[in-house]
């Protein structure tokens, strides 16, 4: 009996709907020469994922089904997919992505050429499935490039000078044992790349054999792991480039003087940096405008005022943060259902920005006329422009925290 060639894992966590479209591809669209296996392990679904699954066994996919008694996380769910594998090569497959056959039979055909490769990485597509296009791939490799056992120097300046995020790749199953092991600030990808470098050789291939689905035709707008990290992880990003070096030092691979750690630290930070640009975008791109501040502070600290991102957002910053910690602000105290603009220029703009930003829509947006009773007033918060009309309020019996200026929130804003 053959061996099989190549185990694609899958974990999955009630996500019936886009795990039958992922199994549908391996009926209609791979075409795969070679022995594989499909390894599903389930994250103790509630919905139909077992039935899903039974269908496709019935279909002749070559499908090994395992169930988490209970959902243990995604982590720990990759491992027990991966722990199952018994092909030559693995690789994950997320369940709602898609591979590519030209890049896959690319892959696979390197590795068997190159018995000493560990692993195998490549650049991949972001794929709108609702408009039907690929976005660039997410970095570039201008040729097959393989780097020898523990050249981790040679690894590090690849990384930097292409901006290279090893995220994609198919692992020697052999190497796979050891170099998949928890870690938590240092992030994964980078981490796991010094591990399978510290085994043997490592390779960047040209051809992308993977497609990331960013929208999809089932949902739109659901929750990706990836995003996320890019909107959060950049520490952990640094924290992963620290890492690996550590490993290339302590192999004696890496050299440390006072000059090279000051060239490594320094770009490291500037990989760092760059991730937290793309950050700012995104915050900004979903309304997160407190968040996006935050990144912004640090980049200035940097030195990073010329970069584009900065320099688009600084002008809209102080306003949108202002409102968004109006709107902040008001949700966050138990029993308020009004909410007074004061001194604003055009009150409907406004509201509609609030509620944009996530005011509740319990909460009423009033103007300043508006007369309340003591009962009411208990019940109010109020923002004002400008800082003497707070005495007007508390005059009234507005409680003095309930009443916040512009200046209160934009004095700590500083662009």
Known sequence: MSQVKLSICIPTYNRAAFLEKALGYFVELYQFSYKYEIIISDNASTDDTRGVVERFIAKGLPIRYLRQAENYGSGANVVSAFSRATGEYVLYLADDDILINDGMREAIRYLDLNPEVTACYAPWYTHDEVEERDDAPFYTVDKDTKFKKRTFEEVFDFLMDRHVFPEIG????????????????????????????????????????????????????????????????????????????????RRGAVRITSDRRLYLDTRIREFTMLRMTVALRMWILKKDYIRAYELYARLMLAGFEHHPELQQSKGMLPLMVALQTVMWHTNAVAEIDRLVLHGVSDHDAIEQLLRELGLRREIAVVPPTTQLTSQEIARTAVFVTADNDRKHYLRRGHLPNLVVSESDILSHVLI
Do not use: C
């Not at 998949?180 to 992030?187: E, H, I, K, S």
């Not at 399978?196 to 949902?219: E, W």
């Open 170 to 249: 198919i692992y020697r199953t052999s190497a796979l044992r050891s170099a998949w092991v928890p870690r938590n600030f240092a992030y994964w990808a980078f981490s796991y790349l010094a591990h399978f470098l510290d085994q043997g050789a490592v390779a960047f291939l040209k051809t992308p054999f993977y497609r990331q689905v960013i929208r999809s035709k089932i949902a739109r707008d659901r929750p990706q792991a990836g995003h996320a990290d890019v909107m959060t992880a950049w520490d952990n990003y640094r924290g992963g480039l620290e890492y690996f070096v550590y490993s290339g030092v």
